[in-house]
């Protein structure tokens, strides 16, 4: 199966820092799954990785906050480098933009340089080219981007992990008694269009990106499964033994 997996800002930051335990988790749940499936992992925390490295640079300005981005993407891939190495794994950085699922010219190069890599057994880490496209810095949109890399490039499944361990009835943050949907078929044009309720300093789109990015992929026949990035066991039993002890599996009839 070829599964790609995308890990928000929230996952992968502590205290406004990367967090390079979670890195190495991140690294060494999918080193357990890389015998058995082709991995892509879509991977947020550019800004998070470059915030205070270079003196003077502020978040709160969009120039400064792409080239913390451009900073830190660098400083990221080295932790994935160095976190994938001791399973004998090696990452590629691939930088794409909305834009390129536009032009069948880049798609398809793209495409092809990912099935080279994955034929190769090096694992492919994609984020936004945040220095010509500036969507995820200001709303989130790794989401999206996720469910047209997992489209586009032939997965069978994404698996967002996310600061929520699943799709609630209503916000858990705001309602104690909100409910857990296990499996999910349709989502309402309500819940599509509400306005996006992101959790966290670094994160940028909250659930409503991850419904716009699961109702993109079953409108095309593919399934998507939303579940926590702290604790990584309810996806790792999903993915290793297709058992579903937590998360939402989205999934069309
Ligand atoms: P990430 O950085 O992992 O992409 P976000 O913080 O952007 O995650 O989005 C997840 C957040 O969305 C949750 O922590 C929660 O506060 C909020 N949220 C709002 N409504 C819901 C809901 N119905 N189910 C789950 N989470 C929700």
Redesign the pocket.
């Known amino acids: 199966m070829r599964i790609v997996l995308?890990?928000?800002?929230?996952?992968?930051t502590e205290g406004g820092q990367l967090s390079l335990a979670r890195i190495d988790a991140l690294a060494e749940l999918m080193a357990s799954l890389h015998p058995h499936h082709e991995l892509l992992l879509v991977s947020?925390g550019a800004v998070a990785a470059g915030s205070g490295v270079v003196p003077g640079l502020s978040r709160e300005n969009t120039a400064d906050r792409q080239a913390m981005a451009a900073v830190g993407q660098a400083l990221l891939m080295r932790h994935y480098a160095k976190s994938f190495e001791p399973h004998g794994i090696r990452v590629a950085q691939i930088l794409l933009t909305k834009d390129d699922f536009n032009s069948f010219s880049h798609s398809e190069n793209a495409k092809s340089a990912i099935g080279t890599l994955l034929r190769h057994k090096v694992i492919p880490i994609v984020n936004e080219n945040d220095t010509v496209v500036i969507d995820e810095l200001l709303r989130?949109d790794?989401?999206q981007l996720s469910a047209k890399v997992a489209f586009h490039f032939d997965a069978d499944l994404l698996v967002?992990?996310?600061?929520?361990d699943?799709?609630?009835?209503?916000?858990?943050?705001?309602?104690p008694k909100?409910k857990?949907?296990s499996c999910v078929h349709t989502i309402s044009a309500e819940?599509l269009n509400?306005l996006?309720?992101?959790?966290?300093d670094?994160?940028?789109?909250?659930?409503?990106?991850?419904l716009k990015a699961a109702d993109f992929l079953m409108q095309r026949g593919k399934q998507m499964f939303?579940a926590s990035?702290f604790d990584l066991k309810p996806v790792r039993r999903f993915l290793l033994e297709g058992a579903q002890e937590g998360g939402?599996l989205f999934c069309p009839r």
């Open positions: 995308k890990v928000g800002s929230s996952t992968l947020s989130g790794n989401d967002i992990l996310s600061d929520i699943g799709y609630y009835d209503h916000n858990p943050k705001t309602h909100a857990r949907l819940a509400a996006p309720s992101p959790n966290g670094f994160a940028t789109g909250g659930i409503v990106t991850k939303l990035g939402t």
